[in-house]
Nanobody
């Protein structure tokens, strides 16, 4: 069993930065394609970013490309989402997810990810 625990959310002003963390327990983070998703009130969950299990590629949604960066720390078995130039429309609950299939491509469909964290709230004030 794999457990994912997110942290790092909070309230910041537009233009600010936050770094979200996703601590992975149960297996090495290098085994999984790791993704970040978010869900704003009244909206469907949407893909934000992902890193393939072998670390060779990343994928970002158009709405965050150039502002967000996903990374991972093998020693800490943790995945990060660095968020810069934050906008009010980035306000959402952010979820970390793990895909164990080890496919050669990253999927942005949440249905392909088997493990999920509990989420962390990010609120951006204008």
């Amino acid at each position: 069993q794999v457990y994912l625990v997110e942290s790092g959310g909070g309230l910041v002003q537009a233009g600010g930065s936050l770094r979200l963390s996703c601590a992975v327990s149960g297996r090495s983070v290098s085994y999984y394609t790791m993704g970040w998703f978010r869900q704003a009130p009244g909206k469907e969950r949407e893909f934000v970013a992902a890193m393939i299990w072998n670390g060779e590629s990343t994928l970002y949604s158009d709405s965050v490309k150039g502002r967000f960066a996903i990374s991972r720390d093998y020693a800490k078995n943790t995945v990060y989402l660095q968020m810069n130039s934050l906008k009010p429309e980035d306000t959402a609950v952010y979820f970390c997810a793990a895909d164990r299939s080890r496919k050669r491509t990253i999927t942005f469909s949440g249905d392909e990810y088997e493990y999920w964290g509990q989420g962390t709230q990010v609120t951006i004030s204008s």
